[in-house]
């Protein structure tokens, strides 16, 4: 039976997830509940606390919590708080870090939720063992997460690696961050739903998504239509992976990385997204790298969030 422990705490916008993680990644015990984004950052406080002690109550005596590893949106690990987060009304800099202190006294480790997937994979997952691969989580956005010389790449802000707001379109949809043509808007779940309904209203193919409404269309449904050969999800994935591909082309020139790996919602898709992605990204890559970047993917459960976070928290403390 393992004795220490990491508390991984997920953010995310719909829901939070808590667990505690051995040193080798094993879950010993994990809880969610609504994040209730859009109610008081006190509610949710009080929530965390009493599910963070039904987590402490699952722990033996001769167990221990040595620290908390914490992924969200717009988390800032330098600060330690979630700023700006434009799903949440929590404020703008809400004190995440200083927060979950007050409830367990342990080193708080935060890194947006991205670069948690990618501290997870280098941990525990597909980039055990690499020094340089890139995280990309297709899910509501694009979020990605780098690893450099085998360490997540932070900057100088704390805000390294946003792939998902790199222009891909001069003047093209608009995003939730403010700017135009992100390539989150056109690679994403919500992007893609964006992309079905002009196709629908471009293209004449029968197609049996024309009868769902926009805001019931998810990953899932897009994917499982593709599956079955829908001309109109078909055209969606080919589009979107033209863009992701491309895009994925321009940062290997940046990074020379071993591998993207991908996650998320769309990647239930498989080979629908993931050929046409090789084909783009191939196609658009500098001949120094060509043949020598591995395409990736990985449709994780839904607790690898909880992983991610903890990763983070192991690694922390193992410095
Ligand atoms: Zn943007």
């Known amino acids: 039976m ?7 705490l997920d953010i995310g916008g719909t829901y939070t997830k808590l667990g505690l993680v051995s040193r ?21 406080k009080k929530q965390l606390e009493s599910e963070i002690n039904a987590l402490k109550a699952t722990v033996h005596t001769d167990q221990k919590i040595l620290a908390i590893g914490v992924g969200a949106p717009n988390a800032n690990g330098y600060s330690g708080n979630m ?3 434009v799903n949440f009304r929590w404020g703008d800099d809400v004190p995440l870090v200083a927060s979950i202190k007050k409830i367990l006294d342990l080193p708080v480790s935060l890194t947006n939720d991205a670069n948690a997937s990618a501290v997870g994979e280098l941990q525990f997952g597909m980039g055990k063992g690499m020094e ?15 690893i450099s010389n085998g360490e997540l790449l932070i900057g100088q802000n704390g805000m390294a690696g946003e792939i998902g707001h790199v222009n891909v379109v001069p003047n093209g949809r608009q995003c939730n961050c403010g700017l135009k043509g992100c390539l989150e808007t056109y690679v994403s779940v919500t992007g893609m739903r964006r992309t079905i309904f002009e196709l629908l209203a471009d293209m004449n193919a029968d197609s049996e998504l024309r009868t769902i409404s926009f805001e019931d269309m998810t990953g899932e449904i897009i994917s499982d239509a593709a599956i079955k050969g829908d001309a109109i999800a078909l055209k969606a994935f080919e589009e979107t992976a033209e863009f992701l591909g491309t895009q994925m082309a321009d940062t290997a020139a940046h990074l020379d990385p071993e591998a993207f790996i991908l ?14 992605v090789k084909a783009a990204m191939q196609r658009n890559l500098f001949h120094a790298y060509k043949g020598k970047v591995k ?3 990985v ?6 969030s909880v992983l991610g976070a903890a990763a983070l928290g192991w690694r922390a403390i193992q410095v």
Request: proline share 6%; no cysteine.
């Open 132 to 146: 340089h691969f890139v995280v990309l989580t297709l899910g509501t956005g694009l979020g990605s997460g780098i």
């Open 295 to 297: 395409i990736l993917m």
């Open 263 to 276: 996650l998320g919602g769309l990647s239930k898709a498989g080979d629908i997204l993931l050929n046409p």
């Open 24 to 44: 080798k990644g094993e879950i010993l015990s994990v809880r969610k509940f609504p994040t209730e984004a859009k109610k008081p950052f006190d509610d949710f």
């Open 299 to 304: 449709d994780r459960p839904s607790n690898h």
């Open 2 to 8: 393992e004795k220490e422990f990491v508390l991984g």
């Open 83 to 85: 700023e700006h987060a």
